[in-house]
């Protein structure tokens, strides 16, 4: 099917930006900007039939009996999921959800960006910048959009309002895959900044999680005037020196050994997959974009924390995600990232000076002690639920942190 699943997919006419509850977006200021063009409305029929029939067809794998997770996805799960996929997932209810969100594209250092823009009924509103990470997507977000922009309607105070900002990265979904190599965190950051100027917003917070938490800091540091606080979960440290050289093991808390043990495991154990995508992406690609089975069970071993809580999200939200790589056909230009993010994760950042919070959820491995001296952290809470994807595990303990976290610096 290849390349038809992006160019088959129909465009409605544009609509005025506005969102749901009527508060106009403020108008991009690059001319060629202007020409928002919203995300497909609806995937064609023939590329849902295909996906069903693609699962019905897939040729499954011999595992070893009695591996389960332990080499990777386990073969009983994915199935059952991929039989969900076929005949009881239901995506015009997910698509209809995403389009419920009022989206658009822009042209960005010769980058077709993507990307969902509420406006908060509350004219005082904080803008924020929410950036995703790998194997997410915007549709990671959408229980957070509600009582982030609408508190008051959401049981929280209307001082805590935000108008968010919330873009695919390049080559995830309905942003185009990059044209060029070079698009790593630091061009990424760069071309947020522009796009948060052209919609008008001179003054901003941003906020992500797992790459989005390499690429939220880094925003604030091309443009530390505009960034008034920058807040991350599932915060990723890189280049920070070897643990054992900056504490013994008597004053780390029972948290951060634990931490450092997960660290040390992913390294020994789970970290496979950043290999392939941060050196043979390309190679990865062809299996994947030709394979729903093959897309399906690639994400899910991440979204499933490597099988120790496979099922702690949601089946619909996590095939909500899949079926996005699936339709557009991304799964080789977003797994290209972790090459391009490659000197980023070997070189220590240059400390930002604009306030931090972070927020540590249940399996995170971030540790203050190695975080600190890249960033200017005001705020450090940790909490015992949740996982790696807070949007979608405990929206109501991320929205609840970016709240407080906000509240000093508006």
């Excluded at 202007?34 to 497909?40: L, T």
């Excluded at 599932?234 to 280049?239: H, K, R």
């Excluded at 941060?278 to 394979?291: E, F, H, K, N, V």
Aim: charged residues 20%; hydrophobic residues 40%; contains cysteine.
């Amino acid at each position: 099917m290849g390349d038809r699943r992006s160019a088959n997919v129909s465009y409605p006419a544009p609509r005025p930006p506005e969102s749901r509850r009527g508060a106009p977006c403020p108008p991009l200021s690059n001319p060629r900007a202007q020409e928002n063009r919203p995300i497909p409305r609806a995937v064609p029929q023939p590329d849902l039939d295909d996906l069903r029939r693609r699962l019905d067809h897939t040729r499954w794998p011999q595992p070893l009996p009695g591996t389960g997770w332990s080499d990777g996805a386990s073969l009983d799960h994915v199935r059952a999921l991929a039989g969900y996929w076929a005949t009881g997932f239901d995506w015009r209810a997910q698509e209809a959800r995403l389009n419920a969100f009022p989206q658009f594209t822009t042209e960005i250092d010769g980058q077709r960006v993507h990307f969902l823009h509420i406006r908060s009924p509350e004219p005082d509103a904080l803008p924020l910048l929410i950036t995703h990470g790998w194997p997410g997507s915007v549709a990671e977000f959408t229980e957070v959009i509600g009582p982030l922009t609408d508190p008051r309607g959401h049981g929280g105070d209307p001082a805590d309002a935000f108008h968010v900002v919330i873009p695919s990265l390049p080559g995830f979904a309905f942003s185009a895959p990059p044209r060029e190599p070079g698009w790593g965190i630091r061009r990424i950051a760069t071309a947020w900044t522009e796009l948060m100027r052209r919609l008008g917003y001179e003054r901003y917070g941003t906020q992500g999680g797992d790459f989005g938490s390499l690429i939220s800091p880094e925003a604030a540091r091309v443009a530390p005037t505009r960034v008034v606080g920058v807040h991350v979960n599932a915060l990723v440290t890189v280049g920070a020196a070897d643990p054992a050289d900056l504490a013994v093991p008597e004053e780390l808390t029972p948290a951060e050994r634990s931490r450092l043990a997960a660290r040390e495991r992913w390294h020994r154990e789970l970290s496979g997959y950043a290999a392939i995508q941060g050196t043979r992406p390309q190679t990865l690609s062809y299996g994947l974009a030709d394979s729903p089975s093959g897309q399906l069970a690639w994400n899910l071993d991440w979204f499933a924390a490597h099988g120790d809580k496979p099922d702690a999200l949601d089946r619909d939200a996590v095939l909500t995600n899949v079926s996005l790589y699936w339709f557009t056909n991304t799964a080789g230009p977003s797994a290209r990232l972790y090459k391009e993010a490659a000197s980023a994760w070997a070189t220590p950042p240059e400390r930002s000076g604009v306030p931090t919070g972070v927020a540590v959820f249940q399996g995170d491995t971030a540790i203050r002690r190695l975080a600190e001296p890249h960033h200017t952290i005001t705020r450090w809470s940790e909490f015992g639920a949740g996982g790696h994807f807070a949007a979608m595990e405990v929206p109501e303990l991320l929205v609840g942190d970016v709240r407080t976290f906000f509240r000093a610096l508006r």
